[in-house]
């Protein structure tokens, strides 16, 4: 059952020029929804994650591990649960990472974007998705090849909007006029931005306002730094602690923690978490769609939405977050 109330608290707002409106926070199942997961857990998060209207989820071919599992999860929880409400859902999925061997399982060619999302629906038990996205830039296949592939994936039912993941200012501009000529608008880009990355602040946000398109950016915890998980060292449970994980524990340094304390400190100030502080940091950019965010269960989950409460950002508390960040 899901709740009669789940549009009560969540913000909606239109993705760059489109028609289409996201939530202010959506679901990523980069980690945590793998065949190594439990399923249970899996469920419960995606179900509570739709609850607090959440209705963007977002995967990718690779997600796990094992690659594809995650998809297959979410196929899963479709079928068992959200399926009656695909209406209600946006669903994104990508290919560009290394997914099977030979010549023809990464990068951007049409050969491989168009193999990848017909067995990245199969994986779902979906007909089409509604987002699909070309993960990175490839630097051999022509441009118009991996944006000709994406419009003809969109022409033939199979995603709804196109997007792109990663690609630099300059990658972006090529890439949306060649789109836009084809006549299949770029939705949407979804680059990396957190306190501890702040690329997109150099050209890229710029280039999606002027462009009209729409920004969900990644990783907006930096993984799950920019939390309290890792104030009293590295939990075995934790993204760092575990084998599979993609944060590393020599990443976690004395002086990031450093900085992790402060803000740390900003943030109980402003009686919030420092996950929750740090998703309104991000979401304090008005070129800003969506944060994109991860959980490993469902209390993270409720934390990091209840984010959309923050009180807003004073002068001196952004000054106070850049001191800490440049120190
Ligand atoms: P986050 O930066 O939000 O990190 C999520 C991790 O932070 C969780 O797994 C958890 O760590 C910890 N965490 C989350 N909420 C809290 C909380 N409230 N309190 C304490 N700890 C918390 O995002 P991800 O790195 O997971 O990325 C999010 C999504 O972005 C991915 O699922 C994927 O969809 C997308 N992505 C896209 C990429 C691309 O190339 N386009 C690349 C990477 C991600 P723990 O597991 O240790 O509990």
Known sequence: MVSESRYGSMEYVRCGRSGLKLPRISLGLWHNFGGVDSY???????????????THFDLANNYGPPPGSAESTFGRILKQDLGSYRDELVISTKAGYLMWP???????????????????????????VDIFYSHRPDPETPLEETMGALDQIVRNGKAIYAGISSYKPDETRRAAHILRTLGTPCLIHQPIYNMFNRWVEEGLLQTLQEEGIG??????????????????????????????????????????????????????????????????????????????????????????VNALKSPSFSKRELEEIEGVLRG
């Open 40 to 54: 249970e857990n899996c469920r419960t998060m995606a179900l509570e994650a739709f609850d607090l209207g959440v």
């Open 102 to 128: 030979g010549p023809y399982g990464e990068w951007g060619s049409r050969k491989y974007l168009i193999a990848s999302l017909d067995q990245s629906l199969k994986r779902m038990g979906l007909e089409y």
């Open 215 to 304: 920004c969900i950016v990644f990783s907006p915890l930096a993984q799950g730094l920019l939390t309290d998980r890792y104030l009293q060292g590295i939990p075995p449970d934790s993204r760092a602690g575990k084998p599979h994980g993609f944060l590393r524990p020599s990443a976690i340094t004395e002086e990031k923690l450093a900085k992790v304390r402060r803000l740390n400190g900003i943030a109980l100030r402003r009686a919030q978490s420092l996950a929750q502080m740090a998703i309104a940091w991000v979401l304090r950019q008005p070129t800003v769609t969506s944060a994109l965010i991860g959980a490993s269960n469902v209390h993270q989950l409720q934390d990091s």
